[in-house]
């Protein structure tokens, strides 16, 4: 053999493995939007980048003002509840859009020669740029900036300080999720994983419902002393648990700026260096994790399953001394096929609904989008009930639209959780029109349910809705939700995404379909605001009715004359759709 | 055959697979050729061929996978272009992806599959239990088939492509990946299915299995049929081409491995020298 082990390895090849990743990745990136739809795909995924940056546009001068104004009024040390939220920001977003996953295992890489220092290195450096660490990142510069502006003398430190508070965020959070990673490895952990993100999730909301004071401004002087007063609770527990606090990145780095601001230099370093060791300290247990992740430990559930195989095996050869039992056969006298015509299509149907709803039972994520919408009701329902009249006429209808904000989506890709099993719609005797009416007649009830419950508790928490306006929110309804499955179902065919079984993230669908579908409920419910506004003000409530029952009507008819061609269409779209799905 | 007084009885039987001018073509590119193909009732036939050669694009065609570029394909005397329900209703099929719902468990899975295929659901669920059974399955309880091996992945496709009780089978690398118990386990069933009549297409690269196997074996190669016919007609017509061995004795019976190779190129075993990689020269 020629080459290999006659010179030593050298840390120029080192840096042409990571260079070679980096092209990796981009190749990677760049391939996966040559595929069909792949423009549409980029041109999706820029349009909510942009729209991302703007929302993280607010919170970066947000951040910025607020440390500006700290800085000037010489109250630096409240800095620390500025990085907290920085850092509690940075988490959520972590959460709920998701670690980027690497395009490929990043384990197949423990084949090449590789150190593990490498190793680490490649691991930590190519999952820096996450939306989370982008938005954390600049949210602190801006508070650098913001102290600078208010202090100029400070610059330098206020400089330093941030940018080890950043680097320290960011650590924490690659950190938690590769450990997150080893915990979730099983699928019952995600699930576990997932409620106790949801119920946290929950609990935020109804936190920030309850004490926020700006929920809370309205006639009755009651309900917002009795806010203040929760106000207050929730203050006095920050003061008892801020000593323990104090040791943590945030309140060191806010310390560190109070030290330079008295000019104590040495105070300024020691804070900065306690919280760059916390940086270290997250770096090593990140090492630890990839350490052993190099080592060639195998998390998946195939492995685990495999394992408890051999074990059942093993306890059943200990059990069982019978005989092997003698195969009983099944009496085949009357027709395979028992049914014809009409009801041949709804055992299709009941088949189909059958499965689907076995799949929503066992996907925790789609659950919690279900069950949120209705959670949020429940507490914007009870704040509007306290205002006037006038609003409490909305309720409904607004309720409406936001549960529908969370079902529709799921009809645009509504074959990417099949994966290769989608394959059976095509070697079975049935018709593609017959799935997508069970998968959306499943979409249907989830609605029916949801809307049903919302109705309740709006009765219950706010009194019972205007027949008229209940009955036209529910018409609507029924036109917006046949309009998203028109256009769900052609996407589901022409634009599927394969979801992964194992990711947490609800939302694995194509961009361009999460932007159509969000373009479908502004219009709708912009014209449907309009409608009712106008209905409002020319006090024509009674034309409601009689508006959306024709709006329902046509969507209704539309949507079935849409499933007569959605048969063609499938076939027409059979090779891509199981390229996607079928893919490895 | 003529019988007494005159009257002339015709016994013809329809191919059970039958592809005449099937092509299918890819940007340009044209994976397979203009291909006919004959598979009478009955018969376990092999479809083989190098990696790349159209294996799998041609068994995509014959299963509604995948629409031909040119060409017809019907099975049973039925087009599947024109009575493609009809077709489907005859046909099981274990694909490239063995088309498995994850988040199903394998009676559900085996359920739903029946329901699909018009079962009702007593029926459906009685075969369901005993297709368990039979491929050792029945102990896996709630286990989703997201978390099954590889190996009991491919035994529960197999049993969704038999619920029905399929007249044609077509099988995409029904064994790979299968351990040897596993792989004896559908070996039996597929010969059992064989004795009662119904036919087999399979593809496969673990020719061992199919020399056992298979009756008739065709070979597709850059998209066009090099060979076709029973196991013994390629044999002899590949013997007939070798020339005696380097000692001056005759070849011995030829194995399908010989025969593959000799008929898609290269022989086994052996590397041109010109074929070596130079830089694992020592």
């Given amino acids: 053999m020629a080459e290999l082990g006659n010179a030593g390895w050298m840390a120029g090849q080192t840096r042409a493995q990571f260079a070679a990743i980096a092209w990796l990745r981009w190749r990677i990136m760049m391939n996966s939007y040559r595929r069909k739809g792949g423009a549409g795909e980029m041109v999706g995924m820029l349009l909510l980048s942009v729209l991302f940056l703007g929302m993280v546009l607010g919170f970066v001068v947000g951040a910025g003002f607020a440390a500006y104004f700290f800085a000037l009024k010489g109250h630096l040390p409240w800095i620390a509840g500025l990085l907290w939220g920085i850092f509690l920001l940075c988490q959520l977003l972590n959460i709920q859009l998701g670690q980027p996953t690497t395009t490929f295992d990043p384990t197949q890489l423990i084949r090449f020669p590789l150190g593990v220092d490498t190793y680490v290195g490649i691991r930590l450096f190519f999952g820096l740029l996450t939306p989370a660490n982008v938005a954390g990142t600049l949210t602190s510069l801006a508070v650098a900036v913001g102290i600078g502006l208010a202090a100029p003398g400070l610059w330098v430190y206020a400089l330093v300080a941030m940018a080890v508070f950043a680097a320290t965020n960011v650590l924490f959070s690659r950190m938690i999720f590769a450990w997150v990673d080893r915990w979730l490895s099983t699928r019952r952990a995600r699930e576990v994983f997932t409620a106790i993100i949801f119920a946290a999730s929950l609990g935020i909301q109804w936190a920030n419902f309850t004490f926020n004071p700006a929920y809370n401004h309205n006639h009755k002087t009651h309900a917002y002393a009795v806010s203040q007063q929760k106000f207050g609770v929730v203050g006095q527990l920050i003061v008892k648990v801020e000593p323990w606090l104090r040791p943590l990145p945030p309140e060191l780095a806010s310390a560190s700026l109070v030290q330079a601001k008295v000019g104590a230099v040495a105070g300024f370093a020691g804070y900065t260096t306690a919280a760059a060791l916390w940086g270290g300290l997250f770096l090593l247990v990140f090492a630890l994790r990839m350490r052993t992740e190099f080592r060639g430990e195998n998390l998946s559930d195939a492995a685990s399953a495999v394992a408890q195989k051999k074990v059942a095996v093993k306890v059943a050869r200990v059990t069982s001394g019978a005989a092997v039992t003698p195969i009983r056969t099944v009496a085949t006298g009357a027709s395979e096929f028992a049914v014809a015509g009409r009801a041949r299509v709804w055992g299709v149907v009941e088949a189909v609904l059958g499965k689907e709803i076995l799949y929503v039972r066992r996907n925790t994520g789609i659950l919690y989008g279900l069950v949120m919408p209705i959670f949020l009701v429940l507490i914007f329902a009870s704040k509007f009930a306290t205002r006037s009249s006038a609003g409490s006429v909305w309720v409904f209808p607004a309720a409406v639209a936001y549960t529908l904000l969370a079902i529709c989506p799921l009809s645009y890709n509504s074959l990417g959780m099949e994966t290769t099993g989608a394959q059976l719609y095509f070697m079975a005797p049935v018709r593609m029109r017959d799935i997508l009416l069970a998968k959306n007649l499943l979409g249907s009830l989830m609605a029916v349910v949801e809307i049903l419950l919302i109705f309740a508790i709006i009765c219950y928490v706010a009194g019972v809705p205007s027949l008229q306006t209940a009955l036209a929110a529910v018409l609507w309804a029924v036109g917006t939700l046949a309009v998203n499955m028109i256009f769900g179902n052609q996407r589901s065919i022409a634009s599927p995404k394969k979801m992964d079984l194992q990711k947490m993230m609800r939302r694995q669908a194509s961009q361009v379909s999460a932007l159509i579908s969000l373009g479908v409920m502004m219009v709708s419910s912009g014209l449907a605001a309009g409608i009712f506004f106008l209905c409002f003000w020319l006090h024509a409530m009674w034309a409601l009715v009689p508006i959306f029952a024709v709006f329902a009507a046509v969507g209704v008819g539309f949507y079935l004359r849409s499933l007569k061609t959605i048969d063609r269409f499938a076939l027409d779209h059979r090779e891509e759709l199981l390229l996607e799905l079928c893919k490895a | ?282």
Avoid at chain 2, 39 to 48: A, T
Avoid at chain 2, 94 to 119: D, I, N, Q, S
Avoid at chain 2, 254 to 259: D, M
């Fill in chain 2, 1 to 282: 055959m003529i019988g007494g007084g005159g009257l002339i009885d015709f016994a013809i039987m329809a191919p059970a697979i039958a592809a005449h001018a099937l092509t299918r073509s890819f940007d340009g590119f044209t994976a397979v050729d203009h291909i006919d193909l004959a598979v009478e009732p009955g018969q376990f036939f092999g479809f083989l061929g190098p990696n790349g050669a159209g294996k799998s694009t041609t068994i995509k065609m014959l299963t509604g996978l995948l629409a031909p570029t040119s060409g017809s394909i019907q099975i049973l005397g039925q087009d599947l272009f024109y009575n493609p329900v009809e077709v489907k209703r005859l046909i099981g099929v274990v694909p490239e992806g063995m088309a498995l719902f994850g988040k199903l468990t394998a009676r559900e899975y085996l359920l739903f599959v029946g329901r699909m295929y018009g079962l009702d659901k007593a029926t459906a669920e009685a075969r369901s239990t005993e297709l368990l059974e039979f491929m050792g399955l029945a102990d896996q309880g709630k286990k989703l088939i997201a978390d099954y091996s590889h190996g009991m992945g491919k035994k529960l496709a197999l049993a969704a492509a038999v619920i029905h009780g399929p007249k044609v089978l077509f099988l995409d690398e029904p064994f790979e990946g299968v351990d040897a118990i596993a792989a004896g386990t559908l070996k039996a069933m597929l010969q059992g299915m064989i004795a009662r009549g119904a036919t087999i297409f399979l593809t496969s690269h673990v020719l061992e299995i199919v020399e056992r196997l298979c009756s008739h074996i065709a070979i597709i190669n850059r998209g066009h049929i090099v060979a076709n016919g029973s196991l013994d007609e390629l044999r002899a017509g590949v013997q007939a081409r070798l020339t005696p061995g380097a000692e001056g004795e005759a070849q011995g019976r030829l194995t399908l491995e010989q025969i593959f190779l000799n008929v898609v190129g290269g022989e086994a075993g052996e590397a041109h020298p010109e074929q070596e990689l130079t830089w694992l020269r020592s």
